[in-house]
């Protein structure tokens, strides 16, 4: 029986999935780190959680049904999967990425993939030209975020997939900032999808997870070979968590659009407000083809500001939005990519994309949209209103005018 998205998020999706002792309606914590054999060669089909575990092994179905995967590999974090789809690739393999990477990503490749003899180009993936013209005789792959992080550009997959094809390169897509409720590439040709499960599809900021969904068999088989080596497995109690929170993906998905949408109008109707970057407005330069390609805009936003006072200021003064890193779960968070995700993305580059010091990125939750209009008007206004949080000088220069 073929189930729709939303059921296949909260119900045990597959038959490979062993029924629970006791008819448990919810994934049991199978919190073991080995399993007891029968006999001699009389494994259970679990020999020790390093390799696999029942819990993980859910969750691992689930994921692979939500993304149309061939398999899922449950790991630690969005970065322990990140850091298992590097060791697919050989001294010498060279990558063209999107530019405005996940500033962790950017980390990883310049810490530890290029010394270990890898090779990253960066370019705008918006434009396929750009693409092409970076790949290079040693070039093995493509890897993509759409909607990128923080400036929300938008790469058609469908041209990747045609550029992947000819020049005979793995399509890796970062699916964090839509989760499959949004946006499948495997659908659309991808080889590998990466996910920081710590923010969608868990969603309630309470747990890290990273999923590696791969497309064929004899990849599949090679991460299992790699992942068992290297230990990137998710925990049995993080895999449960994660489960849970799969559960409700479909309709925190909905809500989280629906807020977003109120919200980046509301944004743009604001006097200290310049650019606002939601890839649901009908004006963002992406909007056609994210269309084409997935089933909606998500819910993050980012905007920029009048003066970095002002983005500074915002920052201190919501009352409800939390400040704070992360992205994806049920509570609304704002972040300062300048300082926070992107700090490690030289300067030059940063400034090339668009990161300055005005610049905010928002993660928008489930709450009550008003509540969030409130606080942001809030925080907004507060500026000329509390003249006791400014510094001395400030104060000084404002009595001169
Ligand atoms: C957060 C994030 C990651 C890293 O995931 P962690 O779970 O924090 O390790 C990777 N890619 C994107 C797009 C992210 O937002």
């Known amino acids: ?46 020999d020790y959680s390093r390799v696999s575990n029942p819990t993980r092994d ?28 590097l060791e697919l690739f050989e001294k010498g393999a060279h990558m063209v990425c999107s530019e405005d990477l996940y500033g962790g990503s950017v980390r990883i490749f310049s810490a530890v993939g290029e010394r270990r003899g890898l090779q990253f180009s960066y370019v705008n993936t918006a434009d396929e030209t750009l ?29 990747m997939k045609s550029l992947a094809d000819r020049y005979h390169l793995f399509l890796i897509v970062d699916n964090t900032f839509l989760s499959p409720y949004f946006q499948r590439p495997i659908e659309l040709g991808a080889d590998l999808v990466i996910h920081s499960g710590t923010k969608y599809l868990a969603g309630h900021n309470d747990t890290l997870a990273g999923f590696v969904c791969t497309s064929d068999k004899e990849l599949s088989e090679r991460l299992r070979y790699l992942y068992k080596t290297v230990g990137n497995g998710l925990s049995p109690f993080d895999s449960y968590l994660t489960l849970r929170g799969i559960k409700t ?33 009908p004006e963002h330069p992406g909007y056609e083809v994210n269309q084409r390609q997935s089933d909606g805009a998500g819910s993050m936003i980012s905007f920029t500001v009048d003066t970095e006072e002002t983005a500074r200021r915002i920052l201190e003064r919501v009352k409800l939005i939390v400040y704070a890193e992360s992205l994806g779960g049920v509570e609304s968070l704002i972040t300062y990519p300048m300082l926070q995700t992107h700090s ?58």
Not at 59 to 70: D, F, K, M, P, R
Not at 144 to 154: A, F, K, L
Not at 356 to 383: N, P, W, Y
């Open 131 to 159: 693409v092409e013209a970076a790949i290079r005789p040693e070039t093995k792959a493509l890897y993509i975020e759409t909607p990128s992080n923080p400036t929300m550009q938008i790469t058609d997959l469908r041209a």
């Open 1 to 46: 029986m073929d189930y729709r998205m939303e059921t296949r998020c909260c119900h045990k999706v597959t038959e490979i999935v062993e029924e629970h002792p006791f008819g448990a309606v919810s994934v049991p914590i199978y919190q073991t780190a080995t399993f007891a054999h029968r006999g001699i060669g009389e494994s259970t089909g679990h």
């Open 249 to 281: 993906l479909a309709v925190r998905m909905e809500r989280q659009q629906e807020n977003a949408m109120v919200l980046a109008k509301w944004l743009k109707s604001q006097e200290k407000v310049r650019q606002v970057f939601y890839v649901g407005l």
């Open 58 to 85: 859910e969750l691992e179905h689930t994921v692979s049904s939500l993304e149309g995967a061939v398999d899922t590999l449950a790991c630690a974090s969005g970065m322990a999967a990140v850091s298992l789809v």
């Open 344 to 401: 490690d993305v030289p300067e030059e580059v940063r400034e090339h994309l668009g990161i300055t010091g005005c610049f905010l990125r928002l993660s928008v939750g489930i709450e009550h949209v008003e509540d969030l209009i409130a606080d942001l008007s809030q925080a907004m206004e507060a500026m000329e209103e509390r003249p006791e949080r400014m510094t001395k000088a400030e104060g000084e220069e404002k009595n001169n005018v």
